[in-house]
């Protein structure tokens, strides 16, 4: 595979102390469905627009296929995008609105309605061709959005935000068929998303921005399982988060004291003992053990908190120590045949060692 | 049942209430123009009433009455020009105002819509002195320039207001699309404020036709209409001015017309 989209030490200085992108360095693969994650703010849309040609970088490099495009403008570009606001021309019906890029493009007529015609089908809207876009749903109109941008064939298709303006259902149907048509048509996507879930349900990689830099990347089943920093960890899923200093290291095995607890975690590399870190575990990767189960790695304490979200339940402990852990188990059976755990009963905790991050720092966010 | 009925019966009351208020507003906006109307078909050369009889000599009388046609030609060749030349200098200077920012951009916008805030005997003194050291021959052409001036705050802020509602995003999705600027603006922006364009233009051509203060300052030796009718005014309203008037309405509900199906959407 070839590299499509090449970013060199790209930043946006608005001003001297207001940095939207800052020195972020990346390469896309032709073919790669690349996600942008992270909070409002973090750079992640101006990267986007910057790749798009909407803003102009203050220092680095774009290349697009090989070919700088750093100070082309946007109609000299070969990406296209679909606004968050989808950015329908009012003005023209559904097909004017497809077929705009192409008239752009000088073709004939008999091409242009040909390839419309394909685009439409694509998303299967061929039948609102004469519609106007205010006539169609928020769903259908997001598809009309896509259609535009990629009847031209572009070599990047480039989308801020797709799906936020739709209803939860839509978004989840919209995000396999977004999936779908990534696979169909063989163009490199670059989505911006603040949505945790949509960057792992669609992406090939996943790049988690935190203030204008890139805090990691990576397949998204590596960030979930191996995140680089407690911010990583917090913003892809949730992660319980406890104080903690190191201890000695047997083989893998590193000992870290937690308040009230020693608990032993799988380590690639283990800091040197005596170091303030940060001990952190999914509450789904937690077991919520038996009375006289016996497992490594217990966390005792108190429910303080169940909160039922059909799925599952969510259980708040407070730990001996004084901190608060979620723990989550899955529902299989009706609520009616599992038994609640009661607010104030204690409750014993297991986490694998293999299941322990271990961060340096006390950084808890 | 029952309960319902003091309810029903305010309702009742408030409908009446309201359409009898609507029935006034109307009476109070239309009854002079049904006045103005019939006198100009009354045999009387005084205007009281009642109507004596039908005819349609004051017509007669201002087809003859050259005066009036050339203040009518004026007035037509004044408002024309002065829109055209503030559409021609408004336009821009409000995508200007919406596209860039620039240091003293609010000043400068209010600085544009001062001219409309200002009494027209302020615009039309200062213009005159202008014109005077500058050497200028008062005429028809530096009323155009003085009305183009007073007016060009309305289209500025009707433009503008339109450009300001107009998401960013289209533009942008225009260049996406392979639209250069000037073609995204041929084919995204304008379509999109061609209505508040021409509705401008509408209104600075009405008010640009009825102007008295800017003209009766700025006007060498050439009459406008209203200057005409304002002039003859000395000796009484004749019949010949309702006359002048009913026709003048009638041009105005054709120039709605034209107005609507110029800003009306394109339908399929």
């Known amino acids: 595979m070839a590299a499509i989209i090449e970013?060199?030490?790209?930043?946006?200085?608005y001003s001297p102390t207001i940095i939207g992108v800052d020195d972020v360095s990346l390469t896309v693969e032709d073919g790669e469905f690349v996600t942008l994650l992270g909070p409002s703010g973090c750079g992640k849309s101006t990267l986007l627009r910057m790749i798009g040609g909407f803003e102009a970088p203050t220092h680095g490099s774009i290349r697009l296929a090989g070919k700088d495009v750093t100070w082309d403008p946007p109609y000299k570009r070969e990406v296209n995008m679909v606004f968050q606001d989808y950015a329908l021309f009012p003005h023209m019906s559904v097909g004017e609105n497809v077929g705009y890029g192409l008239k752009t493009l000088r073709l004939s007529k008999g091409e242009i309605a040909t390839r419309v015609k394909d685009a439409l089908s694509l998303v299967g809207l061929y039948d609102k061709v004469n519609q106007r876009p205010q006539q169609l749903s928020g769903g259908q109109r997001q598809r009309i959005a896509l259609a535009r941008a990629i009847v031209r064939r572009p070599k990047v298709?480039?989308?801020?935000?797709?799906?936020?303006?739709?209803?939860?259902?839509?978004?989840?149907?919209?995000?396999?068929?977004?999936?779908?048509?990534?696979?169909?048509?063989?163009?490199?996507?670059?989505?911006?998303?603040?949505?945790?879930?949509?960057?792992?349900?669609?992406?090939?990689?996943?790049?988690?921005?935190?203030?204008?830099r890139i805090a990691q990347?990576?397949?998204?089943?590596?960030?979930?399982?191996?995140?680089?920093?407690p911010y990583v960890a917090n913003f892809?899923?949730?992660?319980?988060?406890?104080?903690?200093?190191?201890?000695?290291?047997?083989?893998?095995?590193?000992?870290?004291?937690?308040?009230?607890?020693?608990?032993r975690a799988e380590l690639d590399a283990a800091p040197p003992p005596g170091r303030e870190i940060t001990i952190g575990f999914r509450p789904e990767k937690v077991r919520v053990l038996a009375e006289t189960e016996s497992a490594e790695n217990t966390l005792s304490g108190r429910v303080a908190e169940v909160i039922y979200y059909g799925l599952g339940l969510r259980v708040a402990v407070e730990l001996e120590g004084g901190a608060r852990v979620f723990a989550d188990s899955l529902l299989p059976?009706?609520?009616?045949?599992?038994?609640?755990?009661?607010?104030?009963?204690s409750m014993r905790l297991a986490v694998a060692p293999h299941n322990v991050f271990v961060f340096e720092g006390r950084v808890a966010p | 049942m029952t309960k319902n009925t003091p309810s029903l019966m305010a309702r009742y009351g408030a409908d009446t209430a309201f359409m009898t208020f609507v029935a006034a507003?109307?009476?109070?906006?239309?009854?002079?123009?049904?006045?103005?109307?019939?006198?100009?078909?009354?045999?009387?050369?005084?205007?009281?009433?009642?109507?004596?009889?039908?005819?349609?000599d004051w017509y007669r009388k201002l087809a003859e009455n050259t005066d009036l046609q050339a203040a009518i030609g004026n007035s037509f060749y004044v408002a024309?020009?002065?829109?055209?030349?503030?559409?021609?200098?408004?336009?821009?200077?409000?995508m200007v105002l919406h596209r860039f920012d620039f240091p003293g951009k609010s000043v400068f916008r209010r600085l544009i819509l001062l001219p409309i805030t200002l009494p027209g005997i302020v615009t039309g003194i200062s213009m005159l002195n202008m014109f005077r050291l500058m050497g200028f021959q008062l005429s028809l052409e530096t009323v155009v320039l003085g009305h183009a001036t007073a007016l060009l705050g309305v289209v500025v802020t009707q433009v503008?207001?339109?450009?300001?509602?107009?998401?960013?995003?289209?533009q942008e999705a225009a260049y996406d699309l392979g639209a250069t600027p000037w073609r995204s603006f041929v084919d995204v922006t304008l379509p999109n404020i061609r209505s508040a364009i021409v509705g401008a233009g509408l209104l600075s051509f009405v008010l640009s036709f009825d102007e008295i203060p800017v003209t009766f300052f700025l006007t060498g030796r050439d009459n406008t209409l209203p200057m005409y009718i304002y002039s003859t005014m000395r000796r009484g309203v004749t019949p010949e001015i309702n006359a002048v008037g009913t026709i003048i309405v009638l041009l105005s509900l054709l120039l709605i017309v034209v107005a609507v199906i110029a800003t009306r959407e394109r339908r399929k």
Not at chain 1, 7 to 13: A, G, I, R, T, Y
Not at chain 2, 162 to 169: A, I, M, T, V, Y
């Open chain 1, 217 to 229: 990347e990576g397949r998204p089943q590596d960030l979930y399982d191996h995140p680089a920093s």
């Open chain 1, 7 to 13: 970013l060199e030490n790209l930043s946006k200085h």
């Open chain 2, 80 to 94: 024309s020009l002065a829109t055209l030349l503030t559409l021609c200098v408004g336009v821009p200077a409000a």
């Open chain 1, 333 to 345: 059976d009706r609520l009616a045949q599992s038994v609640l755990p009661q607010i104030g009963q």
């Open chain 1, 157 to 212: 298709l480039l989308l801020d935000e797709p799906l936020s303006a739709l209803d939860a259902k839509l978004r989840e149907q919209m995000q396999i068929e977004l999936k779908h048509l990534h696979e169909k048509v063989g163009i490199t996507f670059i989505m911006v998303t603040h949505d945790q879930t949509e960057a792992l349900v669609m992406s090939d990689r996943v790049v988690v921005m935190e203030s204008g």
């Open chain 2, 160 to 170: 503008y207001a339109r450009l300001q509602r107009l998401p960013k995003s289209l």
């Open chain 1, 236 to 263: 892809i899923g949730t992660t319980n988060f406890l104080p903690g200093t190191s201890g000695a290291t047997q083989g893998r095995l590193t000992h870290v004291e937690a308040p009230g607890t020693t608990l």
């Open chain 2, 25 to 56: 507003l109307m009476a109070f906006l239309y009854i002079p123009i049904w006045v103005l109307i019939a006198f100009s078909f009354n045999d009387s050369r005084s205007l009281t009433w009642p109507l004596s009889g039908f005819t349609l």
